[in-house]
């Protein structure tokens, strides 16, 4: 089925480990967006990109790294790992303008001990 | 900077009623496009309905109707006959200069409904 697919859905991280985050969409979306969401904060963007090639920090972008090589795929890097990350990370994509509604994958539980 | 502002935490509503859910936002832009968003206890973000600012009407699908009043920069949520599937967090959220599609979408922190039978 088209759509956002987010890899994987859970996962437990020792402090200062890394890993990515990993997010693909199949709809020739130009636009991606990772957020994290934490109790009572709503969703709050981390960092997104407007096409391949092209990325810009949102509002809570530090210790997170992204790149965007292909229009599919849009990886979330952490660099090193800390309880404070510890969220639920949703990825998002839609076309460029207009009234597109996003489509959000189903979410990274991350646990950072 | 855009801001989105949704003031109730949490709020009940019988089953069969209509309930409104409140959103402000704030923006320097003219051109911008408002967004509301459900969450039910499964985790997934479902979209639900839009009204961009040069939009002369208030969006409706379905049951879900938005109260666009652009002076009181406002865009509330109408949910009508409410179910009991209708319990879920709720989010507001606001995307500036719609019509390029540059800008991210930026979220209010949300409103939790719950439905009572």
């Known amino acids: 089925n088209a759509g956002v697919t987010q890899t994987p859905k859970f996962q437990v991280l020792k402090t200062g480990q890394s890993m990515t985050l990993q997010c693909a969409q199949d709809?020739?979306?130009?636009?991606m967006s990772w957020y994290r969401q934490d109790p009572g904060m709503g969703l709050r963007l981390i960092h997104y990109s407007v096409g391949a090639g092209i990325t810009d920090q949102g509002e809570v972008p530090n210790g997170y790294n992204v790149s965007r090589s292909t229009t599919e795929d849009f990886p979330l890097r952490l660099l090193s790992a800390a309880p404070s990350q510890t969220s639920v990370y949703f990825c998002?994509?839609?076309?460029?303008?207009?009234?597109?509604?996003?489509?959000f994958g189903s979410g990274t539980r991350l646990t950072v001990v | 900077a855009q801001k989105i502002t949704q003031t109730q935490p949490g709020m009940f509503v019988q089953e069969k009623e209509a309930v409104t859910l409140d959103c402000t936002y704030d923006?320097?832009?003219?051109?911008?496009?408002l967004f509301w968003y459900k969450q039910p206890s499964s985790g997934e973000m479902i979209f639900l309905i839009y009204q961009g600012s040069y939009d002369e009407q208030n969006a409706t699908e379905g049951r879900y109707s938005l109260n666009f009043q652009k002076a009181r920069k406002s865009a509330n949520l109408v949910i009508s006959a409410s179910q009991l599937g209708d319990s879920a967090m709720y989010f507001c959220a606001m995307r500036d200069g719609a019509l390029s599609g540059n800008t991210p979408l930026v979220f209010g922190k949300g409103t939790r409904l719950s439905v009572i039978a």
């Open positions: 998002a994509s839609t076309h460029r303008g207009g009234n597109y509604g996003y489509t």
């Open positions: 923006t320097s832009d003219q051109s911008y496009g």
């Open positions: 709809m020739n979306h130009e636009y």
